[in-house]
């Protein structure tokens, strides 16, 4: 859909004619053609307004899962993008994987093939732990509607692939009681544990 419709508002740039913005903004996009940049700050401008999606969110897995989240709703509504409650009714859905156990990993696949079957048109993105694991990343990638895939919490990935400024406000709480994140990663290396793949070392808030 992106791509075709690039392809046709850059063929009508070519021949002088102009074209109608498609309905998702190219240029928040992470399918960015290359015409964008050279588009007037009032076509710009009138595809942002044009160009708000609805973003589902889906999480598993611990507390640091959950903030990873709020941050991301954080980053849609900064966005001007809405957050739905419904898969079916998503442009985008994305996909906060947990890795501790290989049940986990195996309800995360259950988890995007049912969304892809209630919403087959929806574009999803798996983040967390089990997306930043080398040996799960070929299977994630095979998954229906899977367009990206982001290791552990990179915000600025997924900013990139809402469309929205990389630089976004504290994570917001939709929850009575708030997490606040004062460490992340580990340095230990336990043979049961893929947090230290996943999350890599110890960092500590400043």
């Known amino acids: 859909g992106l791509i ?7 063929e009508a740039a070519a021949a002088g004619k102009g074209a109608a913005a498609p309905s998702i903004s190219p240029c928040r996009s992470i399918l960015r053609p290359r015409w964008c940049m050279s588009a007037s700050p009032a076509q710009r401008r ?5 160009s708000a ?70 574009r999803s993105i798996v983040m967390g732990c089990a997306s930043a694991l080398p040996a799960s990343q070929a299977t994630l990638r095979a998954l229906p509607t899977v367009e990206r895939l982001v290791g552990g919490a990179d915000r600025d990935a997924v900013a ?30 336990c043979t049961f544990c893929a947090t230290t793949q996943a999350r890599g070392s110890n960092r500590s808030r400043p």
């Open 46 to 50: 009138s595809w942002r307004e044009s």
């Open 160 to 189: 990139q692939f809402l469309g929205v400024p990389h630089t976004a406000p504290a994570a917001r709480q939709s929850t009575a009681r708030a997490n606040l994140r004062v460490q992340d990663g580990c340095d230990e290396h």
């Open 53 to 122: 999606m609805r973003v589902y969110l889906e999480t598993s897995g611990c507390r640091a899962n959950h903030y990873d989240t709020e941050r991301v709703r954080a980053l849609a509504e900064r966005g001007a993008h809405e957050v739905v409650n419904a898969v079916e009714d998503a442009d985008v859905a994305v996909f906060n994987s947990c890795a501790v156990t290989t049940e986990a990993e195996r309800d995360l696949g259950k988890a995007v093939r049912r969304a892809a079957r209630r919403n087959p048109r929806v």
């Open 4 to 10: 075709l419709a690039g392809a046709r508002v850059e």
